[in-house]
């Protein structure tokens, strides 16, 4: 029940909300620093926000 909505949040609107989030204050911090590092570390959360619920299924799912 609870992994059901934080995997419908996570892939719905609220995780591509978010990711958009983390993009765009990554690069204002980017900017205001003159350096390219916090847009990358916001990619990378991004992206992990994205692909975690794949690869937690992929864990714990049970093939024949």
Known sequence: ???GRLLGWTQGTL???LALAFLLI???VGLIR???VGAVVSI???LALMC???I???IFT???
Request: no cysteine; glycine share 24%.
């Open 26 to 28: 990554g690069l204002a």
């Open 1 to 3: 029940m609870i992994y």
């Open 34 to 36: 003159g350096s390219l």
């Open 52 to 54: 975690t619920p794949a």
């Open 44 to 46: 990378g959360a991004g």
């Open 15 to 17: 995780g591509k909300g």
């Open 56 to 58: 937690i299924n992929s």
């Open 62 to 64: 049970v093939t024949a």
